[in-house]
């Protein structure tokens, strides 16, 4: 675990009270298994949401109380108690302790055969490190859990992914590192008023079969806005994917609702390196929001790190969907043998089902370091959600390299940007790849279709790339001193196009 995977998951934890369980799922260890269907979980929350909110219980032993990062860091979960391990299942888990920013009280049920069977904690589960350990028989629960399986090679068990910290979860394809994130639920995020950080309280965890290629994963959300109930069917493999079904129950109206949310990092890539002082040519987790909107076309909007919050709406109707992607997959393209960024994972929402009208959502927050997860995209849906009404939500997600999706079109893989020829305007060049390309004959009859709401747009070049292989697309922006300018280029073969289009926006 990094520094940044622990502050990250617990930034929003400060914004919330405590949250207790209804009913409260701690149990005595020698307790009996109780029935389960995934229906009781939808039951829970729909209680839930009829009920005023309560805060957690927070409540942690002395001497895990203002833990700092270092000390927690070293509370780690003895592999050989791992759930499963000795049943030689394609699956186990291991669990995270409690401390630091992860005070919240999080309990995980293992169903078998249609029994829920609560899993204690035990301090005998993890060694300390310069922290007295709670007395072994007090059961304090856990903060989350993560899961392994043999993903790179069949005698081993990869991590592949972890529930830890508000509503937060991640996940990895094969040969990949941890990135982005993903969460449960977005409510009022980028509101000046302040954003909301639903939790996920409770885990209900089906035992894998023998030779199952998946695991599903059960979820209980509470917040003071909504309540809700989640199903992740998990199958890793070169593409890591979650079929998610979700109720959502809302004790209030939220007009500012995030469904499937995508949260990541951008800090410069060579479109936004201002100020930068770094020997690596870029640092991010996700370099562009890719979109598949309803009237079928096919969106990649460059990321930037601005100087002030920017908040781009996308509007559509039954989308086809959206992902933060990391296109970039050369060690070359970072230069960082430890962040290892070309190995970060893509992730792709694809809705199943019809989700209406609403826009796709994209946030850029101002950031200085790279531990802050700065960009954050979801679907927002037109209508509020309303009071004691229910919202069902189904969604694939896909993570893995660069895009999990066919894509007739080729790719904008590289966006650049620098001092134009003449003062005060800026060079932008498009780097494009795609078989697509192989349909850009004769070379004469490609052109750049390049267009800005404000400023003027001046010498539009499109030629073959012959070091890729592809073409690039340049032009040059005069802002006029606008403050704000939202650019969009295709390439085209006379007007059919060639690549998917591509947007921006410029600020200084």
Known sequence: MHRRDVVLAGLALPFLGP??????????????????????????????????????????PPQLKDLSYDQYRKIRFIPDRALWRSDKLPFQLQFFHRGFYFTNRVDVYEVDNGQARHIPYSSSMFSFEG????????????????????????DYYDEVAVFLGASYFRAIAKNEGYGLSARGLAINTGNPKGEEFPLFKTFWVERPAPNTGSLAVHALLDSPSASGAYL????PGEVTTFDSEVALYPRADIADAGLAPLTSMFLFGPSDRAGVDDFRPAVHDSDGLAMHNGRDEMLWRALANPKDLQ????????????????????FR????????????????????GNWGDGDVRLIEIPSKEEIHDNMVAFWRPREALRAKGEYNLTYRMHWGPIDQRPLPLAKIMATRAGAGGAPDTRLFVLD????????????????????????????????????????RLSFTLAPNKEPVVELRAQLMINDQPLSEIWLYRWTP
Do not use: C
């Open 333 to 352: 393209d970072f230069e960082d043998l430890e962040s290892r960024y070309e190995k970060r994972p893509s992730l792709w929402i694809e809705p199943i």
């Open 19 to 60: 949250l207790a369980l209804e009913p409260r799922a701690t149990l005595a260890a020698d307790e009996k298994p109780t029935a389960f269907d995934p229906m009781q979980v939808r039951q829970l929350a729909r209680d839930l949401a009829q009920k005023p909110y309560k805060a957690p219980d927070t409540s942690l």
């Open 432 to 471: 494009i790849a795609g078989d697509k390309l192989k349909e850009a004959t004769p070379p004469e009859q490609v052109r750049g279709d390049v267009s800005a709401n404000k400023g003027k747009i001046d010498n539009v070049v499109s030629q073959p790339n012959p070091a890729t292989g592809g073409w």
């Open 311 to 330: 908040i781009s709406a996308f509007a559509d109707t039954n989308p086809r969907g959206f992902g933060l992607l990391q296109r970039p997959r050369d």
């Open 232 to 235: 992740f069917t998990i199958r």
């Open 131 to 154: 922290v007295t350990p709670p007395d072994p028989n007090q059961d304090i629960g856990f903060a989350g859990f993560r899961i392994h399986a043999p993903m790179n090679r069949p």
